[in-house]
């Protein structure tokens, strides 16, 4: 445990203690037991423990407040607000094209997920959703559901590093290595991509990538695969997560968890079915659902869900191929940013025939370019609400606009932030230990959380 003050104080029902008599103890490394044995020697007294804000278990800057009665948890309260990106806010002095940049960085371990919710709320306003053209929509499916795959693979290889089970994340991150080598030969990064655009997506798929993703379907099956025969009939691992951080399935709904917690509980709630968006209708694929939220079945949900992202991405792949070389951006100049851009052979900078153009031969075209790219486009008054189906529940995306360049308002309903309410049912009455495993299974990436 790394090294974290311990407060003893006094329960209800007992004698007050004077604050400077208060006894406090530096844990560090493995003196736990000497913790305990300082704990013995005041009677019917319980220790307040700080987990973080930097504990390696807490999935970022996270601190929680457990009150322990020996190793047993009698109440845990989450602390959240100690990242501070004021993402949303700083949304407010940008153009609608630069917000993609900002809210990409948000949940950093699915970012496209932030990027098309968001860019689905602007079209909305803009009035131009059954304009967005075909292949810029399967683009899109595909960057969600390959980044579907990648966030669970990140959540369970983290969750048994936690534990000490080091090769779950190795294994776990190879599989997402495979992964982010195609994001980065579509986009040019492996996170914080600003790739999908109102309108569409930044730019076409390089030459061959269908075929290169093809390539490295296989390989991050054999890993998901590998990752579920090391895990799922491991007694060590079974003794772990089996019944520990359950929720009734009454709890689930009074603080509206979403996501695989939700499904766990037998709930087949997921947004691609129910309410259809980016054409998610026009593809066959299943919602894993079991009959009890705990660690291990929100474990198995998440395996699950990524055998159905890859099978929803053969089927994109395959529609992919009959439109090869269709439009990627919505038919509107005064939106299309950037405009009709398209990257040179040497992978860098603009093309050649769009610098020719905007530098040499068109005033016109240049002073557009310049205009659009520093003022942006302007957006009708008004305000919408988009839902997406996020690897973790439920993503919101409330957004407002004054008629102006920039949003008046944008605001995220992150699962996160949602999700990290039932940890205190998951943890109270359980073990110490328990905690770690409960918030892996929750999975919350603090750059959702504190927006």
């Known amino acids: 445990m790394n090294a974290q003050r311990v407060n003893f104080r006094a329960t209800p029902g007992t004698a007050n203690i004077d604050v400077d008599d208060i006894p406090e103890v530096m844990a560090q490394g493995g ?45 845990t309260r989450v602390d959240t607000g ?10 407010e002095y940008r153009t609608w094209t630069q917000g993609v940049t900002f809210c990409t960085r948000m949940d950093y371990v699915a970012p496209f997920f932030q990027e098309v919710g968001y860019c689905l709320a602007v079209e909305k306003l803009l009035g131009i ?29 983290t969750g048994g590093n936690e534990l000490g089970a080091t090769t779950m994340m190795t294994i776990g991150f190879r599989a997402r290595e495979e992964i982010l ?32 993703i093809r390539e490295k379907l296989p390989r991050i099956r054999r890993d998901v ?3 579920q025969d090391l895990t799922l009939q491991n007694p060590i691992f079974k003794k772990r997560f089996v019944g520990t951080g359950y929720m009734p399935l009454s709890a689930v709904m009074a603080l509206g968890m979403t996501g695989p917690g939700l499904k766990a509980a037998g709930i087949p709630f ?21 009959d009890s939220s705990d660690a291990y079945n929100r474990t198995l949900v998440r395996f699950d869900e990524i055998y159905q992202s890859l099978r929803i991405v053969v089927q994109v792949l395959r529609r992919l191929e009959k439109c090869e070389g269709g439009p990627t951006m919505v ?26 153009e905007i530098m040499g031969e068109s005033m016109e075209s240049l002073i557009h370019h310049f205009k659009l790219v520093t003022e942006g486009f302007s957006v009708p008054a008004g305000q919408v609400y988009q839902t997406i189906e996020h690897p973790k529940g439920l993503l919101g995306v409330h957004v407002v606009s004054g ?22 049912i998951m943890t109270e009455g359980g073990q110490l230990a328990d905690v770690v495993v409960c918030l892996a299974t929750i999975d919350p990436v603090l750059g959702g959380v504190d927006r």
């Open 31 to 75: 003196d736990w037991e000497d913790v305990l044995a300082e704990i013995e020697k005041i009677t019917n007294e319980r220790i307040v423990l700080n987990m973080g804000p930097v504990h390696p278990s807490t999935h970022g800057v996270l601190r929680l407040v457990l009150e322990l009665d020996g190793e047993l948890v009698r109440e």
């Open 82 to 91: 100690y990242l501070h990106t004021g993402i949303e806010k700083n949304m």
């Open 129 to 157: 959703t059954d304009q967005i053209p075909e292949r810029a929509t399967l683009i899109r499916v595909l960057m969600m559901e390959l980044n579907r795959a990648a966030s669970h693979i990140v959540a369970i290889g």
């Open 181 to 212: 080598r195609i994001f980065e030969r579509i986009t040019g990064l492996r996170m914080n991509h600003a790739y999908i655009r109102p309108g569409g997506v930044a730019q076409d798929l390089p030459a061959g990538t269908v075929d290169f």
């Open 225 to 227: 695969g590998e990752l």
């Open 270 to 290: 997921d947004l691609r079915k129910m309410q259809p968006y980016c054409g998610y209708e026009d593809f066959e694929f299943d919602v894993p659902t079991y």
């Open 331 to 356: 038919d509107d100049p005064s939106i299309a940013w950037p405009a009709r851009l398209s990257v040179a052979t040497d992978g860098q900078g603009n093309s050649l025939e769009h610098i020719r």
């Open 403 to 424: 008629g102006g360049t920039r949003p008046y308002r944008a605001h995220f309903r992150d699962p996160s932030f949602a999700n990290l309410q039932s940890l205190s």
